[in-house]
C-alpha cells in the first residue's frame, strides 16, 4: 500500500505569489494532519481533519493560510500570499480514526522556499 | 497542555557505543507516549510507542525505550548503535483519547566512526 503522497516535493516561489501544497492520505484512514517544520520552531502542527471536517486549525499562523479536505483522499495546505518566513518544510500525516491510540503516517514532505 | 522536553539537542557518539536520549512530558493523568525517528530528507517513521502494560517497550532497528510514570520520562536507548543510526529523534506525547500529537524539539544524533 501506497503511503502517504505529498506534492510538489519541493517549491520555490517568489515572496506575494500563492502555494498549494497537496496531499494524499492513506486509503482508509480518516484523521489527516498538517504540519511545519522549521530549525527555530520545530515540528508545529497546524490543523488537522477528521472525516474531511477541520477540528482543530488554531496552529495555523495567520489568515494567509487556508486548508481543505474536499474528500477522504486528498488534502490541500494553500498560503496566499506566500512571504519569505514561510520557507519550511510542510508534512502531512494520516491516521485512521481515533480508536485504541493514534499513530500518525507521515509523508516525505515538500520544502517550500520562498525567495 | 501538553508539552515535551528533549534535553539534547545533539548527541555525537561513536559506532557501537551505547545511547539514550532523554524526553520529559508535562503531567497528565494518562499519556500515549511516541518515539519517532527523521533520516536526512524523509518524513517521520514511527520507531515505538507506549500505550500501557509494560514500562520497557522494544521497538524497530534495536531500540527500546522505559516509560516512568513518577519522573514524567520516556528515554529511548539503544545499546550498540550503528553508521546508520545517524538521524534526528522525536519524542510525542499524547493525552489519552485526544488525536493531537505534541512533539518535543528533537534530538540530533550523530555516530561516529
Known amino acids: 500500500d501506497a503511503g502517504v503522497i505529498q506534492s510538489p516535493r519541493h517549491e520555490v516561489t517568489e515572496m506575494g505569489q500563492e502555494v498549494t501544497l497537496r496531499c494524499k492520505p492513506i486509503s482508509g484512514h480518516n484523521s489527516l494532519f498538517w504540519y511545519r517544520q522549521t530549525m527555530m520552531r520545530g515540528l508545529e502542527l497546524l490543523i488537522y481533519?477528521?472525516?474531511?471536517?477541520?477540528?482543530?486549525d488554531s496552529g495555523m499562523p495567520e489568515d494567509r493560510f487556508s486548508a481543505k479536505m474536499p474528500n477522504a483522499s486528498f488534502s490541500t495546505l494553500k498560503i496566499q500570499p506566500s512571504e519569505p518566513r514561510d520557507s519550511a518544510v510542510y508534512f502531512c500525516?494520516?491516521?485512521?480514526?481515533?480508536?485504541?491510540?493514534?499513530?500518525?503516517?507521515f509523508g516525505p514532505g515538500t520544502r517550500l522556499t520562498v525567495l | 497542555a501538553q508539552s515535551v522536553t528533549q534535553l539534547d539537542s545533539q548527541v555525537p557518539v561513536f559506532e557501537e557505543a551505547p545511547v539514550e536520549l532523554r524526553c520529559n512530558y508535562s503531567s497528565s493523568v494518562s499519556v500515549y507516549l511516541f518515539w519517532y525517528v527523521q533520516y536526512p530528507n524523509q518524513g517521520l517513521q514511527l520507531l515505538l510507542k507506549?500505550?500501557?502494560?509494560?514500562?520497557l517497550v522494544k521497538g524497530i532497528n534495536g531500540f527500546e525505550a522505559e516509560f516512568n510514570k513518577s519522573q514524567t520520562s520516556f528515554h529511548l536507548r539503544k545499546p550498540s548503535v550503528h553508521i546508520s543510526d545517524t538521524a534526528e529523534y522525536f519524542c510525542?506525547?499524547?493525552?489519552?483519547?485526544?488525536?493531537?500529537?505534541?512533539f518535543g524539539q528533537g534530538t540530533r544524533l550523530t555516530i561516529n566512526p
Open positions: 510525542a506525547v499524547s493525552d489519552k483519547g485526544a488525536q493531537k500529537l505534541v
Open positions: 481533519f477528521n472525516n474531511n471536517v477541520p477540528i482543530d
Open positions: 500525516a494520516s491516521s485512521p480514526q481515533a480508536g485504541e491510540y493514534n499513530e500518525q503516517f
Open positions: 507506549y500505550l500501557s502494560g509494560s514500562t
